[in-house]
């Protein structure tokens, strides 16, 4: 009985709280501890006192590449990284919440990973959109794919897919050759042709099954007795 009480007594401690930190931004109705709100609080406090150099170097750390984003000004960058300290401290459902409203992939997870992982795992991904922005301007569906390292080794294939397109189309042409297709497939394409689909292979193969199978329903292809 002392637990449960001292659980309830929290959670009026939250609501009574509720609407000064809701205005500072803290969301009060999604974390689930007073512990919780007071690392956001914290976190957010010791943000707003750092200079401009300092949040570049917090920004680093989010562990995404400097080509993946546009350079960003001080204001954007306190901002981003208030959400992510926000995000850090989402119960999992909340993430899952979060992401589905961003129309961000929730699927590909091991479910041998621990909750706390899977936090880490969903956070990732919703900085992945909120950050990557240059990326996203080269087509990448970053909503799609299971993370920054995905990310990072598509955009690699597709720079060494142009390469081959400008400078070695022979290789190009081979590499599209060892895709299998059979001969009566069709006249065979030109450059451009063949490097848009070399592209479209790789991302294939760097989706998470789930998302395949979104494609091969779109593409009326039959996934039917496959186990993923």
Same mark, same amino acid.
């Given at each position: ?23 500072r ?20 406090? !010791? ?8 949040l ?6 989010l562990?995404?590449?400097? @080509? ?35 129309? #961000?992939?929730?699927?590909? #997870?091991?479910?041998?990973?621990? @909750? ?41 294939e ?24 059979p ?14 689909? !070399? ?23 039959? #996934? ?5």
């Open positions: 009985e002392a637990d449960q009480r001292a659980e309830l007594v929290e959670r009026l401690l939250l609501k009574l709280c509720a609407p000064e930190l809701e205005a931004g803290v969301p009060m109705h999604r974390l689930d501890s007073l512990s919780a709100v007071r690392r956001v609080v914290e976190r957010v406090r !010791l943000l707003e006192a750092m200079s401009a150099p300092d570049e170097k917090e920004y680093r750390q562990g995404l590449p400097p @080509e993946a984003g546009e350079p960003v000004r001080r204001d954007d960058l306190l901002f981003r990284l208030k959400m992510v300290a926000r995000w850090r401290e989402l119960p999992l459902r909340e993430l899952q919440r979060e992401c589905k409203e961003e129309e #961000i992939s929730v699927g590909g #997870i091991p479910s041998r990973l621990t @909750e706390a992982e899977q936090q880490r795992e969903l956070v990732e991904r919703l900085v992945l959109v909120a950050c990557a922005s240059a990326w996203e301007a080269l087509g990448l569906p970053l909503r799609r794919l299971g993370g920054v390292k995905a990310c990072e080794a598509l955009v690699k597709y720079e060494r897919v142009d390469r081959l397109e400008t400078l070695r189309p022979g290789e190009l042409r081979q590499e599209y050759a060892a895709l299998g297709l001969s009566d497939a069709g006249r065979t394409p030109g450059d451009g042709t063949m490097a848009s689909r !070399l592209k479209l292979v790789a991302l294939w193969r760097a989706l998470p099954a789930h998302e395949l199978r979104k494609d091969c329903q779109e593409r009326g292809v039959c #996934i039917g007795g496959l186990s993923c």
